[in-house]
């Protein structure tokens, strides 16, 4: 009868052991899927507001080229309107699932797409060297961005 006990009390133990193995590794897989699932949301979101800045940029570059007639300049201005309100919609989405230093640099970057967007929409307020310092600043912003964003995916350059 001893015996019978013992084993029966082998068997219980094993089960409890076996059950908490699998609950820490369903656990632990659990938290990777969740990890995984969000460094693709803040992907997409690096990815959408990025562009949404280029395009804004890249309208307003256009605009004020030293060869442009202007005979498309109210073609580029709705486009540039159009993508700082993608831009805008977001940088919402960025404030939820950025680091604190991507969300640092993006702030910065919308206060360059806010001086891009007054110096086409509001000339009369427009900055002495004009667009020839907005679009560069951008895009070093822009840089800027790409370099937090890809520590905070724990993107790593490697050889």
Known sequence: MTAQILTLVGVVIGAFTSYLATAAAERAKFKRAMAMRWDERRLETYIAYTTAVKEVVRAGGVMFEPHNTGADDSRHAAAMEEAN???????????????????????????????????????????????????????????????????????SWTS
């Open 85 to 155: 309100a993608r831009r805008s919609v977001t940088f919402e989405t960025l404030l939820l699932l950025a680091s604190p230093a991507t969300i640092e640099v993006a702030h910065e970057l919308n206060h360059e797409v806010r001086k891009a967007m007054t110096h086409v929409r509001l000339p009369e307020h427009r900055e002495p060297d004009g667009w020839e310092s907005i679009g560069p600043e951008a895009m070093r912003l822009l840089n800027k961005l790409h370099e937090v964003a890809r520590q905070d995916l724990g993107v």
